[in-house]
């Protein structure tokens, strides 16, 4: 794989065209604009190689790539299809290192990756939907960019409080981008989402600017870890940055569910106070729940959300959630850590995926 990552972009290309030109039919199966799709297939193998000594990790991701790609009509047979154009691609551009053993090898973990997939997929077939319809039915515009976005799915929809799910939507047919429930389940099936426009967003701009009631988009299925232990009553330390503070929120509601009194500490941040579009609710979950305590941190100049962690405390018998941008997620599980939680009680979504949905694309 070090030898494939420096030359990415024409394995890409190169892949992309054969598969296109043995397999025409393929092509309806991704976006009409492939710049964003162009990096996915790499930068999931790479993600694949990096957890490679982490066997359930791997096959938690693959499982869940499996799943997820039933929403783009992916069927079994397309997988040595694409396996053979990406050897086809690598064998090309690696060809220094490529001899009968890299093959063999190359085969040898795409077999048992796309295999990994495969049975996620029709595991997943038996109990439920390649993707769920949702009607938009409120489209409530917080800010100039942000949304808040509540849809009705056309089939009960399963999740737990803390994941996200991927959502097309009629104007752009095929991309799809990661949002995450803005709400604990709902008794009556709703689902929520936080929407912030970005600069070349075509999806985003789309759900704040275009999106009214009675318009149809189309979910994938639920993903991401990021959610509540109840076998615990550990604290709760969580850190929204943006509309990262979405699936925060989700979390408080599942907690306050679940009854149990447990702390939980909710830091959330914003580059200025008119950013904090959620701040009245998450006062008024907090004047309802004694164990909860809001505190909105609007950025200066020397202070963003995570340093602000580091004044409170103690946190060691806290677990973590962070959820926001990027550079957000990196830097909180630094402090979280230097305020003594250890990694394994801090969650966040992938930052990869974060990345891979990107601030220009989402
Ligand atoms: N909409 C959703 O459902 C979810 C969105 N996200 C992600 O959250 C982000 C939200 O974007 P915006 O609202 O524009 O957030 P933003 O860029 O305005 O940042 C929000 C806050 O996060 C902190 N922050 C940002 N960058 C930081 C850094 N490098 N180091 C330390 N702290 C930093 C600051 O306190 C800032 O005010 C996006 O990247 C999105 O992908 C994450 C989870 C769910």
Redesign the pocket.
């Known amino acids: 794989m070090a030898e494939i990552a420096p030359i990415s972009d024409k394995v890409t290309s190169y892949f992309y065209a054969l598969l296109f030109t043995r397999h025409p039919d393929l092509r309806a199966l991704f976006p009409a604009a492939m710049d964003t799709q162009r990096d996915r297939l790499l930068k999931a193998l790479l993600t694949a190689v990096e957890h490679i000594d982490h066997t359930d990790t791997l096959v938690d991701y693959l499982r869940n790539l499996g799943r997820g790609h039933r929403k783009y009509g992916t069927q079994p047979e397309h997988y040595p299809a694409v396996g053979e154009c990406l050897i086809g691609a690598l064998s090309r551009y690696a060809s220094s290192v490529w001899d009968d053993d890299t093959e063999a090898a190359w085969v040898r973990a795409y077999t048992t990756i796309s295999q990994i997939m495969i049975d996620a997929a029709a595991e997943d077939e038996l109990r439920a939907p390649a993707w769920w319809y949702a009607e938009v039915i409120a489209h409530d515009l917080r800010t100039p960019d942000i949304a808040v976005v509540t849809v009705r799915p056309d089939q009960p929809y399963p999740f737990l409080a803390g994941q996200?799910t991927s959502l097309e939507t009629p104007w752009w047919p095929r991309i799809w981008r990661h949002?995450?429930f803005a709400s604990a389940p709902r008794s009556d099936g709703l689902l929520s989402?936080?929407?912030?426009a970005v600069p070349a967003g075509w999806v985003s701009n789309a759900l704040v600017h275009h999106a009214r009631p009675g318009d149809v988009l189309r979910l994938g299925p639920p993903a991401g870890s990021m959610t509540v232990d109840h076998s615990t009553d550990s604290g709760l330390l969580c850190l929204g940055?943006?509309?990262?503070i979405?699936?925060i929120k989700a979390l408080v509601e599942d907690v306050a569910e679940h009854g149990r009194r447990r702390p939980v500490e909710v830091f959330y941040?914003?580059?200025t106070d008119h950013?904090l579009y959620d701040i009245d609710t998450m006062l008024r979950l907090q004047q309802s729940h004694p164990w909860l305590a809001v505190r909105p941190?609007v950025?200066n100049r020397a202070v963003?959300?995570?340093d602000v962690v580091r004044e409170y405390g103690p946190w060691n018998e806290y677990d973590a959630y962070l959820?926001?941008?990027?550079?957000?997620i990196r830097?909180g599980v630094d402090a979280l850590r230097d305020v003594g939680i250890p990694a394994g009680r801090i969650r966040h979504?992938s930052v990869e995926e974060?990345v891979a949905?990107g601030?220009q694309l989402?």
């Open positions: 996200y949002y995450s989402f936080h929407v912030k940055g943006g509309t990262g979405a699936p941040g914003a580059r950013d941190i950025d963003q959300l995570p959820s926001g941008p990027p550079g957000m830097s979504d974060l949905a601030d989402a």
